[in-house]
């Protein structure tokens, strides 16, 4: 882990209603953890390395709680569509070249590499149904020191034949596969989360598994809920015996109620 400090007119939130300005402070990194910010560098800190910004704004890094890593390589396109339009269009083809391990290596490659380059230093991530590429995914961020959380995804039924997993066994099988992976590589800054596409993508068969695998690995879950209209009704189709959009998770401990409590 990395020790240093940062000089510079530091400005950072206290509380969630009151921020703080230090100009020409510092910002001390001690084993990859803040220590603090000082006006004046503490003798404890002396010998650390220091690097001068003054003059320069020095802010926390960006917290980016949803983004779709396959996503990158066609953001901004095709925003007249409503969301299940886009996924046939645009989101399905896109994330089926994820198969191929080496398109996967490109394309995340770009994406880490610019993730590096940008504000943003924690996230949580969706990659995609292929176990082996987010993997891939999961590596390269490891190696550019952010932290994040990475989800493979999980879908077997609304989708096309080339994009969807065959069964919820299948889909409950190459997660949990993957979740093993995970333990024996040892990731320090890279986390799994669970990664049920959203409803829709999802028959209760495969949300039941999923919240019994939340329940054995104690990992966390994050999933898309009542973004439009469209979305919302269809999923009003699909569960009637629910009585709002969220219900379709918790009935499957995906809402932080434990099956087994």
Sequence with gaps: MQ?????????????PKEMRTVQNGYVVVQNGVSQGV?????????DLPCSDYSGKLVLPGLVDLHTHASQFPYRGTGMDLELLDWLDAYAFP??????DTDY???????????????????LAVFATRHRVATEILMDKLE?????????KVNMDRNA???????????SASETRKWLEDCKEKGYCRTFPILTPRFTPSCTDEL????????DAYGVPVQSHLSENPSEIQFVHELCPDTRF?????????????????
């Design 245 to 261: 959009y969220g219900e379709s998770y918790d009935r499957a401990g995906l809402f932080g109620k434990s099956l087994s409590g």
């Design 160 to 170: 096309p034949d080339f994009i969807r997993e065959r069964s919820a066994e299948e």
């Design 104 to 122: 996967a290596q490109r394309a995340y490659s770009v994406y880490v590499d610019t993730l590096k380059k940008s504000a943003t230093t924690r």
């Design 207 to 214: 949300m039941q598994e999923l919240g019994r695998i939340a």
């Design 3 to 15: 020790n240093f400090i940062i000089k510079g007119d530091i400005c950072y939130s206290v509380s």
């Design 38 to 46: 000082f006006e004046k560098i503490p003798a404890c800190y002396a």
């Design 143 to 151: 190696e550019s020191g952010l932290i994040a959380y990475v989800g």
């Design 94 to 99: 896109e994330e089926a070249r994820y198969a």
